[in-house]
Nanobody, 128 residues
């Protein structure tokens, strides 16, 4: 099994920054890639960013491109999401997830069905 634990969420004013962390553990933690998703009540969980574990290739949703950066620490089995220039519409619960199988096209990172393990989420609230 894999355990993913997110942290770093909180309340921030528009224009501010937050850094989310995701700590991974477990025997089955062998990611091809790690992703970040977010969800607001009543809406589908949406893709935010993903990065391959070994090659460092990254993918971003258009809505966060240029503002968010995904990074990883292979030694400590951690993945991060640096969020800058935050907007009220970024308010959501943010989840990290592990993708176990390889994929080379952006579309294979978008859907939650493409990920095998999920964390419990961390709330991010951006005030205007």
């Amino acid at each position: 099994q894999v355990q993913l634990v997110e942290s770093g969420g909180g309340l921030v004013q528009a224009g501010g920054s937050l850094r989310l962390s995701c700590a991974a553990s477990g025997r089955s933690f062998r990611p091809y890639a790690m992703g970040w998703f977010r969800q607001v009540p009543g809406k589908e969980r949406e893709f935010v960013a993903a990065g391959t574990w070994s090659g460092g290739i990254t993918y971003y949703a258009d809505s966060v491109k240029g503002r968010f950066t995904i990074s990883r620490d292979n030694t400590n089995n951690a993945v991060y999401l640096q969020m800058n220039s935050l907007k009220p519409e970024d308010t959501a619960v943010y989840y990290c997830a592990q993708r176990s199988t390889s994929a080379s096209a952006y579309r294979w990172y978008l859907g939650r069905i493409n990920y095998d393990y999920w964390g419990q989420g961390t709330q991010v609230t951006v005030s205007s």
